[in-house]
């Protein structure tokens, strides 16, 4: 059993100046430098893709009770709306008064939240004029999908995979 003492750092290897100063290493130290930007640069643009995704998921949740897809448009013969209407509104009224006008009026609420219910109102052409009065009248506005396909239900669970997969890189 030897008591030999020892530092509690193990030692360093001695590097001289030239070595220390070499254009090699510099190299080395500037390509790892680029490769740490780099990946900084890639993480740094996963975590907006995250973000994106996060807040257009979000912006579905509304939606997601609607078994329409969400690029279902108006034709020569039809009128279609997928519109909000701030929730102190009162929803069964303006469904009501749509109802009242004609059976040729299909008017069915997506969702709510705190701030603001989604419907979505498919009509002959025909009654378009006397639907954007009622909807102007409960304060409406149109929704817009920037181009999402398929159901909001569909959406959501793309995007989630998405996030998964963008988290994962992460």
């Given at each position: 059993?030897?008591?030999?003492?020892?530092?509690?750092?193990?030692?360093?290897?001695?590097?001289?100046?030239?070595?220390?100063?070499?254009?090699?290493?510099?190299?080395?130290?500037?390509?790892?430098?680029?490769?740490?930007?780099?990946?900084?640069?890639?993480?740094?643009?996963?975590?907006?893709?995250?973000?994106?995704?996060?807040?257009?998921?979000?912006?579905?949740?509304?939606?997601?009770?609607?078994?329409?897809?969400?690029?279902?448009?108006?034709?020569?013969?039809?009128?279609?709306?997928?519109?909000t209407?701030?929730?102190?509104?009162?929803?069964?009224?303006?469904?009501?008064?749509?109802?009242?006008?004609?059976?040729?009026?299909?008017?069915?609420?997506?969702?709510?939240?705190?701030?603001?219910?989604?419907?979505?109102?498919?009509?002959?052409r025909?009654?378009?004029?006397?639907?954007?009065?009622?909807?102007?009248?409960?304060?409406?506005?149109?929704?817009?999908?920037?181009?999402a396909?398929?159901?909001?239900?569909?959406?959501?669970?793309?995007?989630?995979?998405?996030?998964?997969?963008?988290?994962?890189?992460?």
């Amino acid at each position: 059993y030897a008591h030999e003492k020892a530092g509690l750092f193990p030692e360093l290897p001695r590097v001289t100046a030239k070595e220390l100063f070499s254009e090699e290493l510099s190299d080395d130290a500037e390509e790892a430098v680029d490769r740490i930007h780099k990946l900084e640069d890639d993480l740094s643009e996963l975590y907006g893709e995250v973000s994106k995704l996060s807040g257009f998921k979000a912006s579905m949740e509304l939606w997601k009770g609607l078994e329409e897809p969400l690029d279902f448009s108006s034709t020569k013969h039809t009128f279609v709306v997928f519109g909000t209407m701030p929730a102190f509104q009162p929803y069964e009224a303006m469904a009501a008064e749509m109802r009242a006008l004609t059976d040729q009026i299909d008017i069915e609420k997506a969702g709510q939240d705190k701030e603001q219910c989604g419907f979505f109102v498919v009509c002959h052409r025909n009654w378009a004029g006397k639907v954007e009065e009622i909807l102007r009248k409960y304060g409406c506005s149109r929704a817009s999908f920037d181009g999402a396909k398929g159901t909001a239900a569909q959406n959501i669970a793309e995007t989630e995979a998405e996030i998964e997969r963008h988290k994962k890189a992460i």
